[in-house]
């Protein structure tokens, strides 16, 4: 497995702008697709977006489609999740994932997962 370790979260008031980058670990980066996903307090982890092992596809889910976007430096083995016009239902800690020779915007698909960074967003 790849291990990932997260950063950049914090506290930003609405509207505002993060960068989470995910550091791999351990294997090939360049053979996993990765994802990001979020879990807010008392709901379920739910997808945010995903990246292909090359970086050339991406995939959004539909509330963040436009103010997100992920891409991905292998010579670097990071993932940056840039996050613009935050919203404070948007408060959750975020996961970085990792699928060796596949992504997707399921999470049964991942086969490593970050400890995760929290983002606060204030009204």
């Known amino acids: 497995q790849v291990q990932l370790v997260e950063s950049g979260g914090g506290l930003v008031q609405a509207g505002g702008s993060l960068r989470l980058s995910c550091a791999a670990s351990?294997?090939?980066?360049?053979?996993?697709?990765m994802g990001w996903f979020r879990q807010a307090p008392g709901k379920e982890r739910e997808f945010v977006a995903a990246?292909?092992?090359?970086?050339?596809?991406?995939s959004y889910a539909d509330s963040v489609r436009g103010r997100f976007t992920l891409s991905r430096d292998n010579a670097k083995n990071t993932v940056y999740l840039q996050m613009n016009s935050l919203k404070p239902e948007e408060t959750a800690v975020y996961y970085c994932?990792?699928?060796?020779?596949?992504?997707?915007?399921?999470?049964?698909?991942?086969?490593?997962w970050g400890q995760g960074t929290q983002v606060t967003v204030s009204s």
């Open positions: 994932a990792a699928a060796r020779g596949r992504w997707s915007a399921s999470r049964s698909q991942y086969d490593s």
């Open positions: 351990g294997r090939t980066f360049s053979n996993y697709g």
């Open positions: 990246i292909s092992i090359s970086g050339g596809f991406t």
